[in-house]
């Protein structure tokens, strides 16, 4: 176990030390400061919208909107830790230099499993809560609810949390496990679909809004929200359920999960991929960082899991909930295809000495690895087309997807030089992908909210000025990262 802690508290370090290259001046921590500050704001505004006539209606001795809010924000907090589980895993590599280095020392499986566990968990927690903190906490201040109020909702959302991660992981493990022992291939594809399918049929067949809406008076065991008796409990509140069988069930799935660790092996064989091989190496210098860029960012397994989960929720999208991409709505393609940007300076970062080597220009190298990535979005993006059968409806419904897609493209190579995931330090990718939720995603509603405030002759000076921002961050960083990492 005390191995296992050191193991976390190493990788911690590591993501401090690449929040110390960030934030490595006093006006990068007054920015970052100040933009989050913003974010809050933004956040706490929206959630007092959502949430505040709940606990309006509860202070006013309105019993049962208590039950209704309790369990629609643990079941909020579930999809969300299903979410984010999802997402690193698609994002971080099972496997890399420094799993290779910890299978020379003594470590049992399950040592350096809980060691990878333990911040995976951690992240995880600290997202959803800080997510639920922004919506929760200035509501809970406005309606005066107290200290034990606050204190033991987010103490039980916490639980909820961990229950839920427990049992994604035990389902995930026990899979790979399996696929692993009848020897078949893209184990971690394998484990995530299985994953995903079991989720959404469980959320079809359990989603009931009348039992939800009685929930709070007669306990139906959703998983979803299975630690909110606790909460009522404690608040002086009915829960109709068991909550000695509550409690039980609880910490079997966490114990379980944790026991799973020791069946799940940190490295497997792999066979590289030959995706491209046809494609020629261009003797000129861009071109061939183009093309290099092309096939590196085609053959990573974690962009290949994207690719394909993206697919499945695209289809699901569209032949589950009906949602054509008809119209306007055939940008968000264009969008989702830019995250193939993402990775891409972290899993090029060993030859960004080699590029220095060479005496290539940062220029040479920034928009030569950039045009790569457009030439693969634009693929990804034709592949969405044919195999969701969707197509722009006119030309400039195609001209506009073209440009959020070198924009998305652009924006997520930005944040990837930010956060950067680096294969040499495992689950950098949690790092990364936390940092770039934390703020891309306010980032969003701030320029979305400029964008529909300004019309006409003013939206067109506005675009150009965010485009050629947009360039200029992306110079400034790769120029940054270039000369402060080498």
Known sequence: MIKSFEISKMMLK????????????????????????????????????????????????????????????????????????????????????????????????????????????????FLVLFIMSILLIPNFVASGVGFWFAFTFFALLFVQIIFFFSLLNLVYNLVYMVILKFGFPLQKFFSMFVLVVLAVIYGFTSFDLGKIQNAYSTFDYNLTYFAAPLFLVLNGQSAGAGIILVVLILAAAVTASFMSLNVVPILTEKKSSKL??????????????????????????????????????????????????????????????????????????????????????????????????????????????????????????????????????????????????????????????????????????????AVDKVTGEALLFLIPCLELLLILLLYGGFKWRYHYDH
Request: aromatic content about 18%.
């Open 14 to 125: 590591m993501w401090q030390k690449e929040m110390g290259k960030l934030l490595n001046t006093g006006t990068k921590k007054m920015i970052a400061a100040l933009f989050l500050i913003l974010a809050i704001a933004m956040g706490s505004i929206i959630g007092y919208s959502f949430t505040g006539m709940f606990l309006s209606a509860f202070l006013n001795g309105e019993i049962r909107s208590l039950g209704l809010f309790v369990i629609s924000m643990f079941m909020n907090v579930s999809i969300f830790t299903f979410v984010f589980f999802i997402l690193f895993k698609v994002r971080t590599p099972e496997q890399n230099s420094f799993s290779m280095q910890l299978s020379w020392f003594p470590l049992t499986a399950f040592e350096r499993s809980l060691g990878y566990f333990i911040p995976f968990a951690g992240a995880v927690s």
């Open 276 to 449: 491209f091989s046809f494609i020629k190496i261009p003797s000129s210098k861009p071109l061939s960082l183009a093309v290099k860029e092309i096939k590196s960012q085609a053959r990573n397994e974690e962009n290949i899991l994207n690719f394909i989960f993206l697919l499945l929720a695209l289809c699901f999208l569209k032949y589950k909930f009906q949602f054509g991409f008809t119209g306007e709505s055939y940008l968000v393609l264009g969008g989702v295809t830019g995250i193939i940007a993402f990775n891409s300076y972290g899993n090029d970062l060993r030859m960004m000495q080699v590029y220095k080597a060479m005496h290539l220009k940062i220029t040479t190298v920034l928009w030569s690895k950039y045009l790569g990535l457009c030439v693969l979005g634009l693929i990804q993006l034709c592949l969405f087309s044919v195999l969701t059968w969707t197509f722009p409806e006119s030309f400039a419904v195609f001209v506009k997807t073209i440009a959020v897609l070198l924009n998305a493209i652009a924006m997520f190579y930005l944040a990837g030089i930010i956060f950067p995931l680096d294969r040499n330090n495992p689950y950098m990718g949690i790092f990364s992908f936390g940092m770039l939720l934390i703020f891309m995603i306010p980032l969003f509603f701030i320029v979305n909210y």
